[in-house]
């Protein structure tokens, strides 16, 4: 030991002097096949179709809708099948477009509010979103929790509704990242979760919600 140096201040010298011999550049160079360039998108229609492929592809329900007529009769559809009683939603302003609360009520659906107490939205049957970015390579969408529309809603009803404007796909996840990159917290989903753990068998939904529906609304 040095004279006048505690050993803790002789650690602490011996490894900015190691640190300082490493080089800015790394010592093993990426190799090509690990560098990926930005993902290109193709045109509206494309990639609205491979975002469709790619979410039935991880188990999903997906689908396009075209107009409030076909919108309404979709509702009702997703009611019925799934045996809707109760739904949660934000007051997104995009939820008017469709008149989604007097379609629900008139199927005989109870609204209940994202701030209602977690016990109850996990008894919910239906929690609907807005995304706020779609990836169609990957089937995922992005829900920016800052814009008043609580994770809750995707995490904790029996079933996840999410609505995608086709404006919102995007053609690489960097995109996404570089929109939401102010936020504290944003939720991606691809998808119910799944697992094989038990006798490797697929099981969807063991956390959170065991359907996923996704309708890309021109």
Same mark, same amino acid.
Request: hydrophobic letters at 40%.
């Given at each position: 030991?040095?004279?006048?140096?505690?050993?803790?201040?002789?650690?602490?010298?011996?490894?900015? #002097?190691? #640190?300082?011999?490493?080089?800015?550049?790394?010592?093993?160079?990426?190799?090509?096949? /690990?560098?990926?360039? @930005?993902? &290109? /998108?193709? =045109?509206?229609? *494309?990639?609205?179709?491979?975002?469709?492929?790619?979410?039935?592809?991880?188990?999903?329900? /997906?689908?396009?809708?075209?107009?409030?007529?076909?919108? /309404? =009769?979709?509702?009702?559809?997703?009611?019925?099948?799934?045996? +809707?009683?109760?739904?949660?939603?934000? %007051?997104?302003?995009?939820?008017?477009?469709?008149?989604? &609360? %007097? #379609?629900?009520?008139?199927?005989? &659906?109870?609204?209940?509010?994202? %701030?209602?107490?977690?016990?109850? !939205? *996990? %008894?919910?049957?239906?929690?609907?979103?807005?995304?706020?970015?779609? #990836?169609?390579?990957?089937?995922?969408?992005?829900?920016?929790?800052?814009? =008043?529309?609580?994770? +809750?809603?995707? !995490?904790?009803?029996?079933?996840?509704?999410?609505? +995608?404007? @086709? *404006?919102?796909?995007?053609?690489?996840?960097?995109?996404?990242?570089?929109?939401?990159?102010?936020?504290?917290?944003?939720?991606?989903?691809? =998808?119910?979760?799944?697992?094989?753990?038990?006798?490797?068998?697929?099981?969807?939904? &063991?956390?959170? @919600?065991?359907?996923?529906?996704?309708?890309?609304?021109?």
């Amino acid at each position: 030991m040095s004279k006048g140096k505690s050993a803790r201040e002789e650690i602490f010298a011996k490894m900015r #002097l190691a #640190l300082e011999s490493f080089s800015s550049s790394p010592i093993y160079p990426l190799p090509a096949s /690990a560098k990926f360039e @930005p993902r &290109v /998108a193709g =045109g509206s229609d *494309e990639e609205i179709e491979k975002m469709l492929r790619e979410v039935t592809r991880l188990s999903g329900h /997906a689908r396009r809708i075209q107009g409030r007529a076909e919108f /309404a =009769g979709a509702l009702g559809n997703l009611v019925k099948t799934e045996e +809707v009683r109760t739904a949660a939603l934000s %007051d997104h302003p995009r939820y008017a477009d469709y008149g989604i &609360v %007097d #379609l629900l009520k008139s199927f005989g &659906v109870a609204i209940l509010s994202p %701030d209602e107490d977690k016990r109850r !939205l *996990e %008894d919910c049957d239906l929690g609907i979103t807005i995304a706020d970015a779609a #990836l169609p390579e990957t089937g995922t969408i992005l829900l920016r929790t800052t814009q =008043g529309q609580p994770d +809750v809603l995707s !995490l904790l009803p029996r079933v996840h509704l999410a609505l +995608v404007a @086709p *404006e919102t796909l995007l053609a690489d996840i960097h995109d996404a990242f570089a929109m939401a990159k102010a936020d504290r917290h944003f939720v991606l989903v691809s =998808g119910s979760s799944r697992t094989a753990d038990i006798e490797k068998v697929l099981t969807l939904g &063991v956390h959170g @919600p065991k359907s996923f529906h996704l309708w890309i609304c021109d």
